[in-house]
Nanobody, 119 residues
Framework: QVQLVESGGGLVQVGGSLRLSCVVS????????LGWYRQAPGKQRELVALVTAGGRTNYTDSVKGRFTISRDNAKNTVYLQMNSLRPEDTSVYYCNAYVPKGFSGYDYWGQGTQVTVSS
């Protein structure tokens, strides 16, 4: 059973930094694509950043230059380093793992961690 456990959210002032962590268990970590999504109240869940099994990264435009996604295959962990935080970054952040199976795959989600940026 694939499980994702997030940590690292909290309250931070504008311009501050936080690092989110997500430990993945129950699957072969090295083959999976990992991502961070966020969902603010009344809005749809949106992609923040992705890192592929090969280490390629992709970011939504609003976080480019401020957020960095990384993975540590030895620790089965994916990170999201968030710098220069803004009030609009306030959301619940979810870790995602896409596990390939045959010609498709399955999405798994963490429980979410709240990030609040105060002005």
């Amino acid at each position: 059973q694939v499980q994702l456990v997030e940590s690292g959210g909290g309250l931070v002032q504008v311009g501050g930094s936080l690092r989110l962590s997500c430990v993945v268990s129950g699957t072969l970590f090295t083959i999976i694509r990992l991502g961070w999504y966020r969902q603010a109240p009344g809005k749809q869940r949106e992609l923040v950043a992705l890192v592929t099994a090969g280490g390629r990264t992709n970011y939504t435009d609003s976080v480019k230059g401020r957020f960095t996604i990384s993975r540590d295959n030895a620790k089965n962990t994916v990170y999201l380093q968030m710098n220069s935080l803004r009030p609009e970054d306030t959301s619940v952040y979810y870790c995602n793992a896409y596990v390939p199976k045959g010609f498709s795959g399955y999405d798994y989600w963490g429980q979410g961690t709240q990030v609040t940026v105060s002005s």
